[in-house]
């Protein structure tokens, strides 16, 4: 079975960095594309950086200047390193992966992070 697992949440002060980190387990298989997601409450899920197999990156307006996301396929791992944290920024933060092949597409999603960034 395939599983990811985010980690690194946690409450901070505007301005402050979190780096969060997902695991992918029980496969061996490389994701087309990985990407974070968040949901604030009372709001629909807003995708925050994706980056594909390829390397190509990909942020939200919002995020862009003060998160980097990076990956590292051998150990199947996302990393999203968040800098200059705003009030805003205050979701749950999930993991998510995209595999490709010739049956169809799937989507795998972890259980999700709290970030809280306070005032």
């Known amino acids: 079975q395939v599983q990811l697992e985010e980690s690194g949440g946690g409450l901070v002060q505007t301005g402050g960095s979190l780096r969060l980190s997902c695991a992918a387990s029980?496969?061996?298989?490389?994701?087309?594309?990985m990407g974070w997601y968040r949901q604030a409450p009372g709001k629909q899920r807003e995708l925050v950086a994706s980056v594909t197999s390829g390397g190509t990156t990909n942020y939200a307006d919002s995020v862009k200047g003060r998160f980097i996301v990076a990956r590292v396929h051998v150990k199947n791992t996302l990393y999203l390193q968040m800098n200059s944290l705003k009030p805003e920024d205050t979701a749950v933060y999930f993991c998510n992966g995209v595999r490709r092949d010739l049956t169809g597409e799937y989507d795998y999603w972890g259980q999700g992070t709290q970030v809280t960034v306070s005032l």
């Open positions: 029980g496969s061996i298989f490389r994701f087309n594309t």
